[in-house]
């Protein structure tokens, strides 16, 4: 158990509207990574935030936005749903910007009709 | 730019048998490489990293991965099969966006175990 909590695991959304994914931080740690996973592919780095700031981003469009709170637990949003957005999102926390050990949560289904 | 290619999206074996996963990587840099693996309905684990402190990496549950940069790559290697072994399994390259430390995944291998 990574300690590592996501919700919720799946959800069904239509085109155009907006969603809020949350996830809880392992205990201590004050690093949040959010990565999307496609069918069939590797997850792929969306954003991370350190102290309630965003410390880096992948490629995505600004449609897709986060927060951090001071307990350590993170939000992900996205706007204007697209059908692409259908996918498994992965939250990983760990210790600091630089700890290259990450703790995933289980994820949340999210598929766009 | 840093990449990573998994050569095989399927491998099976039967169990007690060898496993070998294949990934290459491509980096500017010396690159910090890992193995994820991930079972149905559970988050990514890692396997073993390698940070440039010993080519052969050992990790958890037997395998373990070797660093080849002349050859480009950090494949992955078990011994013997077990039926727990069945899962998907990442390769990965860290790089930094700023002072993110990004990880960058292939696009994976399902491993099947066959009794």
């Known amino acids: 158990e990574t300690g590592v909590t996501q919700s919720p695991t799946h959800l069904i959304k239509t085109r155009g509207q907006q969603v809020t994914l949350r996830c809880s931080s392992q205990?201590?740690?004050?690093?949040v990574s959010w990565y999307q996973q496609a069918l069939g592919q590797g997850p792929q780095f969306i954003f991370q935030y350190y102290r309630e700031e965003e410390n880096g981003r992948g490629n995505f469009p600004p449609r897709f936005s986060g927060l951090q709170f001071p307990n350590y637990s993170s939000e992900l949003n996205v706007n204007a749903l697209e059908l692409d957005d259908s996918a498994l999102y992965l939250c990983a926390s760990s210790l600091g910007t630089a700890d290259e050990k990450l703790f995933f949560g289980s994820g949340t289904q999210l598929s766009v009709l | 730019a840093q990449s990573v290619t998994q050569l095989d999206s399927h491998v099976s074996v039967s169990e007690g048998t060898p496993v070998l996963l294949r990934c290459n990587y491509s980096?500017?840099?010396?690159?910090?490489l890992f193995w994820y693996v991930q079972h149905p309905n559970k988050g990514l684990q890692l396997l073993l990293k390698?940070?440039?402190?010993?080519?052969l990496v050992k990790g958890i549950n037997g395998f373990e991965a070797e660093f080849k940069k002349s050859e480009t790559s950090f494949h992955l290697t078990k011994p013997s099969a077990h039926m727990s072994d069945a899962a998907e399994y990442f390769c990965v390259v860290r790089f930094s966006s700023g002072s993110a430390r990004q990880l960058t995944f292939g696009s994976g291998t399902q491993l099947t175990v066959l009794p």
């Open positions: 390698y940070t440039s402190a010993a080519t």
């Open positions: 980096s500017s840099y010396s690159p910090s």
């Open positions: 205990s201590g740690h004050n690093t």
